[in-house]
């Protein structure tokens, strides 16, 4: 097949200077899956290089490797050019290697300068001195434009500002090397923006920068280099000034990119989810959700855009009966579900998609079956009269995997060994085998590899022509432009604007969630 450059490992152009991480046939198993399969990769110090894939391709795991968070069953890793080995991530950071996960690892309740500092402290007489440390972290920021205030709480700071504290943390390490492990997932364009600016600025001081992603249009711009892998291996390495995105495309998924356009509108006129000045207060008394109003019809797809952190999470919990409203009704259907528990709004057909699966949605340690059955205990499959039906649960998941394609050994397999995307598709399809008349799906292709977002595509869409209403929440703006009807923005607990989703672009859309597009609108 064609799909190897040509050339791409001869034309170094390092001359005697050896790489800043050489990594030789790394091979990684996990029990049942070949996670990485005698992989190669090259990068040179001072760029910035892109590793692409699907999910579940094995980009984590590879670089969970290179910070010593995994051992490598076959391969070396080279640093500088010698044979290195990494026993721990305390191994990679004295060497130079710092990373930066997909999910951020901040607590909240403290300060910028506690996370950075947390775990490398330099203390005084065995207390923290707080002023060195201040010192060294406005250093970092002003070095490298990460404008972070040492003494704000992180509960406050957006997302954005949160992966620039990430970023510090790992810089504060001392960091040449910095794995960024899908780093724009969680990223308005703006933000994408911003910390590309940033990743520029890493590169000027002549740090590397391992940048993960599945985004290619980002990838090419960004990247000094780019190694593509598949399935666990290697499929090449590709020059994004010379490479094309369909041709990176190819390469990563081996057929075209599919696409979330909808076409025709099956928009019926029952409305199947009615909110009405729906009000949610944070514990602390601050209205979080304020005056919510919107109606979702059979057949019709209603997007929630919006820069996470606006109230949607707690607009999601409320519609499902997970927080307290204080003030404001839902209705399903014409039927007043407010004062009802999660439990009776799920039977009487929501389904529920939450944005968090690990925490809402699924159970990681136990096997397949019981993830299937988890919200479901009260019907079959899950049980026959008064008992559990094990078998029954088993033969349904079973089903689930074969028509939603979850790769996976059997429906005995632990949830934690699936890819992302598997339990995603895992998920979707049990909330699909209740036949909800309405779907509350938040973020359901977030980290999830081209080929089964394009299949979580093609069941929310196949389901909206079945009539089903669907309140789709999602920080893809392409997705939310593509699947929805009817877009309304969300800003600081409130409906902003309602688009056209048929006549906007992602851009403009961004513009509309930061608030930078107010009154002017998009009209030209
Ligand atoms: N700790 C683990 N135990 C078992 N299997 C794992 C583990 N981590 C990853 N895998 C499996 O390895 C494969 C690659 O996963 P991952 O490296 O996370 O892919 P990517 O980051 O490209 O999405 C997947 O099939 C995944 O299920
Ligand atoms: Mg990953």
Redesign the pocket.
Known sequence: MAEQPAGAPADTGTGNVPYAVELRGIT?R???????RDIELRVRRGEVHAIV????????????TLYGM?RPDEGTILLDGRETTLRSPADAIAAGIGMVH?HFMLADYFTVLENIVLGSEPTRGGRLDRATARRRIREISERYALNLDPDVLVEDLGVGDRQRVEIAKVLYRGATTLIL??PTAVLVPQEVDELFGNLAELKREGLTVIF?S?KLDEVRKVADSITV?RR?TTVGTADPRTTTSRQLAEMMVGSELPSPQTRTSTVRETPVLQLRGLTVASPGGRLVVQDVGLTVHEGEVVGIAGVEGNGQAELVDAIMGLRPLSGGTVLLGDQDITAWSTRARREAGVGFVPADRHRQGMLLEAPLWENRILGHQTRPPAVKGPFIDRAGARADTARIMREYDV??PGPDTLA???????QQKLIVGREMSSSPRLLIAAHPTR?V?VGAQAAIWELLKDARAEGMGILLISADLDELIGLSDTLQVMLRGRLVATLDPGSLTPEQLGGHMTGAHDAAGDAA
Request: charged residues 20%; hydrophobic residues 35%; proline residues 3%.
């Open positions: 990684k996990f029990p049942g899956v070949v996670a990485n894939g699907e999910n579940g391709a094995g980009k984590s795991t590879l670089m969970k995994h997909q492990d899908e993960i599945h892998i666990g790769r996976a934690v060994a699936l890819s992302g995307g598997n980290g590899d």
